[in-house]
């Protein structure tokens, strides 16, 4: 028997895991079903896509609000000094210890391109404590930090590929 082509592998993969997007927790057996793949081929598909880390984990989408809980995204931009200091600090993620002390908890976090360099989003209880953060990173990568912004993420309209079931509710906010 012919070994499958690289790009049938690839198309096969990438089906699987728009299958886990949609719902993480689908049983193996399942996402074989809709698949049209056997149980087996499934397994050994998630194996080597854990393996070599396109995924990373296995998350829920959570209504945050039901958790008395505020979503923020902070934006930066670095400054035109050297970064290897803060590039440690990040790759360490002493920020996180913090964030931990302050009660906050960071839910993703990007390098990027464009007006800004940096976007954390992270849960807190309240605007305190995610303006202490703020400081708290002003004060940990003051000389890297040329600007800082804090938002509030009002209504999630979409979020990790799924749209909210709410998504009636954000005529209340327009």
């Not at 690839?10 to 399942?30: F, G, H, M, P, T």
């Not at 996402?31 to 070599?52: H, P, T």
Request: hydrophobic content about 35%; proline content about 3%.
């Amino acid at each position: 028997m012919p070994k499958r082509s690289r790009k049938q592998i690839d198309k096969d993969e990438k089906l699987v895991i728009r299958k886990l997007q949609r719902n993480s927790k689908e049983s193996i057996e399942n996402i074989a079903k809709s698949c049209g793949f056997s149980r087996q081929k499934v397994w050994r598909i998630l194996k080597r896509l854990e393996k070599n880390k396109t995924i990373w984990g296995y998350n829920a989408i959570v209504d945050y609000e039901k958790l008395n809980l505020i979503h923020y995204l902070i934006l930066i931009k670095k400054s035109i000094k050297p970064v290897e200091e803060t590039a440690n600090i990040i790759v360490t993620r002493d920020i996180e210890k913090k964030a931990k002390e302050i009660g906050i908890s960071i839910v993703a976090s990007h390098y990027l391109h464009g007006c800004y360099d940096w976007q954390i989003c992270f849960l807190a209880k309240n605007i305190t404590k995610a303006k202490q953060f703020c400081e708290e990173l002003k004060k940990t990568y003051a000389p890297s930090i040329k600007g800082l912004d804090l938002l509030e993420i009002i209504f999630p309209v979409k979020e990790g590929g799924i749209q909210n079931p709410f998504l009636e509710d954000l005529k209340t906010f327009l």
